[in-house]
Nanobody, 119 residues
Framework: QVQLVESGGGLVQAGGSLRLSCVASGRFFSTYAMGWFRQAPGKEREFVAARSWSRGTTNYADSVKGRFTISRDNAKNTVYLQMNSLKFEDTAVYYC????????????WGQGTQVTVSS
């Protein structure tokens, strides 16, 4: 069983930055695909960014390309989401996800961290 714990959310003004962290338990973190998703009030959960271990690829939603960066530190079992030039519409609960196959099939989810961007 893998547990994911997110942190780093908060309140920030538009144009500001935040870095989210997600710490994973488990021995095989380095082989997992890791991703970030978000859910705004009244909307469905949507994909933000992910890194695949099996294909060695990184993908971003069009809405965050050039502003957000996903990275991982396998020694710390941690994946990060650096968010720059934040916009009001980035306000959401952000969730970390892990795919044990190494690709974008999400087996595990964190509890979420709130990001609020004031305009």
């Amino acid at each position: 069983q893998v547990q994911l714990v997110e942190s780093g959310g908060g309140l920030v003004q538009a144009g500001g930055s935040l870095r989210l962290s997600c710490v994973a338990s488990g021995r095989f973190f380095s082989t997992y695909a890791m991703g970030w998703f978000r859910q705004a009030p009244g909307k469905e959960r949507e994909f933000v960014a992910a890194r695949s271990w099996s294909r060695g690829t990184t993908n971003y939603a069009d809405s965050v390309k050039g502003r957000f960066t996903i990275s991982r530190d396998n020694a710390k079992n941690t994946v990060y989401l650096q968010m720059n030039s934040l916009k009001f519409e980035d306000t959401a609960v952000y969730y970390c996800a892990a795919g044990s196959s190494g690709d974008y099939v999400w087996d595990y989810w964190g509890q979420g961290t709130q990001v609020t961007v004031s305009s």
